[in-house]
């Protein structure tokens, strides 16, 4: 079924909005990981939520899924595709936002900066 959406930011907003997509994105903007890489950036993120996201992410054609090995257990690590790194502008300029932001709002803080995001810019 195809997707419809009333305008890009919508769009925009459906492939990386919720919770995790955004830190996923900035982990994997350092480097190609694991699914156990992952999970040791992200503690708060159960096993089937770290795998949806994953998945919906690869769907997407934000990331993509290696697999390696000739037998059990195989290695599997994620990396960003060239559309997955043409979001890093994006989702640098709504980092700088948020912090902005939070910066306005007394009892809002943002614990990390946006150079996490700043690294995808600079990943071939």
């Known amino acids: 079924m195809k997707k419809s959406y009333d305008n890009g930011v919508e769009a925009t907003l459906g492939v990386i909005g919720g919770k995790w997509k955004p830190q996923l994105l900035c ?22 939520v770290l795998t949806q996201q994953l998945r919906e992410l690869e769907q997407d054609g934000i990331i993509v899924r290696h697999v390696s090995g000739e037998r059990a257990p195989f290695k599997v690590t994620y990396a960003l595709t060239d559309l997955g790194r043409s979001l890093g502008q994006i989702l ?8 902005r932001r939070a910066s306005e709002v007394p009892d809002m803080e943002v614990t990390h900066d946006h150079s996490g995001f700043s690294h995808i810019l600079t990943t071939n």
């Open 27 to 48: 982990h994997l903007g350092n480097r190609p990981q694991r699914t156990c890489d992952l999970r040791r950036e992200l503690p708060a993120i159960s096993q089937k």
């Open 92 to 99: 640098v300029q709504m980092s700088v936002w948020g912090e």
